[in-house]
């Protein structure tokens, strides 16, 4: 009855403005990036260890596609560390004003050092936030 909503994330989320540009890779691994499709920026809304919300600009030029759902991207997060690289899952789409979308990625992948870096990063937020 009184029972309060419990919160479905399993992981802890972090709010971090980080620039960063993701690139549809589709299900197409050997394609070259340049025909891929071309980069899109756009920055971090909030991180977690399993998923990445990041905010694209929705021009029909220059934004993202939210049609693109389901197929793999890779995000380049511009860390203070350096660039780090993940593979991600488009999970979800939400239309956060006419400018912008917000695009939820579930992290599938990575390179053991990136995965090492952006760990470490998550890990700085947790302590900025307890401080």
Same mark, same amino acid.
């Given at each position: 009855? $009184? ?16 620039? +960063? ?20 920026? $756009? ?43 993940? +593979? ?44």
């Amino acid at each position: 009855m $009184g029972a309060e909503k419990k919160d479905r994330r399993s992981a802890p989320r972090y709010k971090a403005r980080i620039a +960063c540009s993701v690139l549809s890779t589709s299900s197409e691994a050997n394609k070259l990036s340049e025909d891929r499709g071309p980069k899109v920026l $756009g920055h971090t809304y909030d991180l977690s260890t399993e998923a990445i919300s990041i905010v694209l600009s929705s021009h029909p030029v220059y934004g993202a596609d939210p049609t693109g759902l389901g197929t793999m991207a890779e995000i380049t997060l511009a860390l203070p560390v350096g660039y780090v690289r993940l +593979c991600g899952n488009f999970l979800r789409h939400i239309d956060s004003s006419p400018q912008e979308n917000l695009f939820v990625f579930m992290i599938e992948g990575g390179n053991r050092v990136d995965r090492r870096l952006y760990q470490e990063y998550l890990d700085s937020l947790r302590r900025q936030s307890v401080s």
